[in-house]
């Protein structure tokens, strides 16, 4: 079975840290590409960041470069989202998707967009912060 594991919100304050962790099993490790994507109170959900499992590219959208880094622990087939100076517009519940693309994952273009194809998700953690 496929499992996302997502963990590591909470509450901070705005200015401060966090940093979610996305542990995944069950796809092959080099032909996925794992996003985030948070949805707001009263909102859409919106990609975030994502990273390919195949050569390690990164994508963030505008509104968190700079400020979110994503990486990977192949090892440990996890994913980690570090946010820094955390803004209250920050504030929704944070997940873990996982596209899978036999034969590996290589950006193009944006990895959020439609043309990639998140079929695997985890559980939401929740991250407030407050001003």
């Known amino acids: 079975d496929v499992q996302l594991q997502a963990s590591g919100g909470g509450l901070v304050k705005a200015g401060g840290s966090l940093r979610l962790s996305c542990a995944v099993s069950?796809?092959?490790?080099?032909?996925?590409?794992i996003g985030w994507f948070r949805q707001a109170p009263g909102k859409e959900r919106e990609g975030v960041s994502s990273i390919s499992m195949t050569d390690r590219s990164t994508y963030y959208y505008d509104s968190v470069k700079g400020r979110f880094t994503i990486s990977s622990d192949h090892a440990k087939d996890t994913v980690y989202l570090r946010m820094t100076s955390l803004k209250p517009e920050d504030t929704a519940v944070y997940y873990c998707a996982a596209a899978y693309v036999p034969g590996g994952v290589y950006f193009t273009d944006n990895p959020l967009s439609e043309k990639y194809v998140y079929d695997y998700w985890g559980q939401g953690t929740l991250v407030t912060v407050s001003s």
């Open positions: 069950g796809l092959p490790s080099d032909a996925v590409a």
